[in-house]
């Protein structure tokens, strides 16, 4: 990829990180107020974006998708480009789908920008350091889901009393079931939160460390894979409005994945055939 046209890549990741921001805000506090200026600097950065995949290819002479990560880069301009058609058709009613297309198009777009060499670690301290933070935020990301899952089987074993009409003294020791669902919401937001900065800050650890050799090693393509899944459930819990039994359900379907992930990342996949 020539140097020009890997820094508008670059360039639009950072116009796209403007919605990763709209989407945690959204996320955390159900608010879009900061809605419009990120809708803005993402259609800015589309047509970077879309500069960037011309000059390459014009550069290249071949059709700017021939690896994975042009491919990923192309692909995540097509999301884009439908998001902003769609907004332009819609509105600001197209808000809601970007807690998904926000954080998604930003990280196909991340990597891909990442694909020349970078360079190496200034020290053994700023190394260190990035791998703490990535270790703590994804262990706090797992602490978050932990909460939701304990929200969720509570939530689910209440509901299902009541339903009977038998509510034993025990159980009416537990929260109501609204704060219940409270508690499913925020500890599955933060843990989004918490587990996609992991993610980014992983990606320029590897990039840095290991250049692109990291990419298909297949510990890391599934945590994309349930980061991915995540990103769905936290869209269909936040933007759908799914809540109650279905919220709890999903909740757990979150904390599977993240356990696979996390026994793959400790040399347990084997174990796991």
């Not at 959204?26 to 879309?50: K, P, Q, Y």
């Not at 002479?61 to 058609?85: N, R, W």
């Not at 769609?86 to 196909?108: H, Q």
Request: hydrophobic fraction near 55%.
């Amino acid at each position: 990829m020539g140097e020009s046209s890997i820094l508008w890549l670059r360039v639009a990741a950072c116009l796209y990180f403007f919605g990763l921001v709209d989407a945690t805000i959204t996320i955390l506090r159900r608010r879009e107020n900061f809605f419009r200026v990120a809708a803005g600097a993402f259609s800015i950065g589309v047509m970077f974006h879309l500069v960037s995949l011309v000059e390459q290819g014009l550069a290249m002479q071949h059709f700017p998708a021939t690896d994975i990560l042009e491919s990923m880069s192309f692909c995540g301009l097509i999301v884009a480009v439908t998001f902003v058609a769609i907004r332009w058709r819609y509105k600001d009613e197209a808000a809601s789908l970007s807690v998904f297309i926000f954080p998604l198009v930003f990280l196909m777009t991340f990597m891909a920008a990442l694909r020349n060499p970078v360079s190496t670690w200034s020290s053994e301290t700023a190394r260190g350091t990035w791998l703490i933070i990535h270790i703590v935020a994804e262990l706090l990301g797992y602490a978050a889901l932990l909460f939701t899952a304990i929200g969720s089987v509570l939530y689910l074993i209440q509901e299902r009393q009541l339903k009977r009409k038998v509510v034993p003294s025990l159980y009416r020791m537990l929260p109501p079931l609204g704060t219940l669902d409270n508690l499913i919401l925020k500890s599955l937001s933060a843990g989004f939160v918490f587990i996609t900065t992991g993610l980014i800050i992983a990606i320029v650890w590897a990039f840095i460390e290991h250049g692109t050799r990291w990419i298909g090693n297949s510990s890391i393509t599934l945590s994309f894979v349930t980061w991915g899944v995540y990103l769905a459930l936290v869209f269909f819990r936040v933007s759908a409005g799914w809540r109650g039994r279905k919220a709890a359900i999903l909740s757990l379907v979150a904390l599977a994945f993240c356990a696979i992930t996390f026994a793959a990342h400790a040399g347990l996949q084997n174990r796991l055939l």
